[in-house]
């Protein structure tokens, strides 16, 4: 407890933003001696299994950025029914969406308004519905993809800092979040509105959207994109990407019956994350009748 506290506090004062640009400098370095040692040490460190990767020999990469953000083979992430889980990680924190406010961690609640910016009209939308957060670790696969089948509306960034978004610093910074570099991603969807947001953290050298390419880093005021041409994207599609690992926050306009993960457990891209509620009472309801008619 103690080493954690102390470890959250100790990133205030860095410098965020310099230190995530060299990294990504070295990121991208394709000094052929350079980016294999980077990658093949971060393999052994972080114990990552390239078995799945579509291109498993390590040193086919160009960059340890190419490396990072590889992609999986065909059948390495199947699709289950209901809500998908967006990535691989850790399901850090689901549940309703109450009074506007998310759990970060036990003790720490923020206001949706504020991680979508400021913007009170859209965190209305969300009052009643559900929220969930997923945890990139380094070793995970670390592209994100879609629960459910949307229609991009708008794309905001979002300036801040760039605190580490592990869980010791989850549990000692409030509002992490809210106060972290990100990019609002809002869409339609036949269950309502949906939020994908990517929260960029300490290191993190840059977010990436399969529509707009790479869009972080940048500095200043928030910046908002809208779309008039419709940009669809279907149930389990790649969304974006991150250049090192970090965070995603989903939110749903209706509620989710989440499935058995507990916070915490660690879970895979295209799983079930859960169903909608008010699919599950239908469901229920449908039950109910067909026992009336025998």
Known sequence: MLLSRLFSLIQYPLPHHLLSRLV?????CRL?????????AFIKRFKVDMS?????EPTAYPTFNAFFTRALTADARPLGDGVLCPADGTLSQFGPIEAGLLLQAKGHRF??????GGDTVAARRYLGGSFATVYLSPRD???????LAGTLTEMVYVPGRLFSVNAA??????NLFARNERLVCHFDTEHGPMVMVL??????????TVWAGQVTPLSGQVQRTRFDRPIHLERGAEMGRFKLGSTVVVGFA??????????????????TLGHFATLCEERRGQATEGEWSR
């Open 254 to 271: 209706e509620p989710v019956d989440f499935a058995d993960t507990p916070p915490g457990g660690m879970v895979s891209m295209g799983q």
């Open 199 to 208: 929260v960029g953290a300490m290191i993190v050298a840059a977010i990436e």
């Open 52 to 56: 799945q990767a579509l291109e498993s």
């Open 141 to 147: 696969y670390h592209r994100v993809h879609m629960p």
């Open 169 to 174: 610093t989850t549990a000692h910074v409030p």
């Open 111 to 116: 206001a949706l308004a504020d991680l979508l």
């Open 32 to 40: 052929p001696w350079l980016k294999n040692a980077l990658i093949h």
């Open 24 to 28: 990504g400098w070295l990121a991208e």
